[in-house]
């Protein structure tokens, strides 16, 4: 299967501390100085049971429409952009502007067990949850002993 480990974040680990604080000052800097923010780090949980591929991502903000899920070549990508409101209608003077526009994208390379076609998605209180059906003669399925 090629989908993706996750590995359980260490708070101790000096070299994932780096990382994070790297990726961090970096989608500060585009964003602050280009207005586009760095692809935002949410998570996605994938799940299997005999009959299905889950996939549960973290979309916090992010409308329905807002959210583009293709499915091609046994490819799946999850694509959310949010861009940045419009400050016309809003009174007072801006003292600090930290919502800016935000992009997600994450890919996965399903299993070929994965039907293309059965892919169902819901998206609440800001969890995408995605259910893949497998193809029937990927099943498990059992046999009686005569």
């Known amino acids: 299967m090629s989908l993706p480990v996750r590995l359980m974040r260490n708070a101790s680990d000096p070299v994932e501390t780096a990382q994070r604080d790297f990726d961090s000052m970096l989608g500060r800097w585009f964003g602050g100085r280009f ?31 807002e959210i583009d899920i293709s499915l091609e070549n ?15 209608d809003k009174k007072g003077e801006l003292l600090l502007h930290e919502r800016q526009y935000t992009r997600y994208q994450r890919s996965f390379n399903l299993p070929t067990t994965v039907d293309p076609q059965s892919c169902h998605a819901k998206l609440t209180d800001g969890i995408l949850t ?15 002993v005569q």
């Open 130 to 144: 995605l259910t893949l059906e497998k193809r029937a003669e990927a099943k498990p399925r059992r046999v009686q």
């Open 74 to 88: 046994q490819m799946l990508t999850i694509t959310a952009e949010r861009r940045q409101e419009k400050d016309a």
């Open 35 to 65: 207005g586009e923010g760095a692809l935002a780090p949410y998570g996605v949980d994938v799940r299997e049971d005999g009959d299905h591929v889950y996939v549960e991502a973290e979309l916090p903000g992010f409308k329905k429409d």
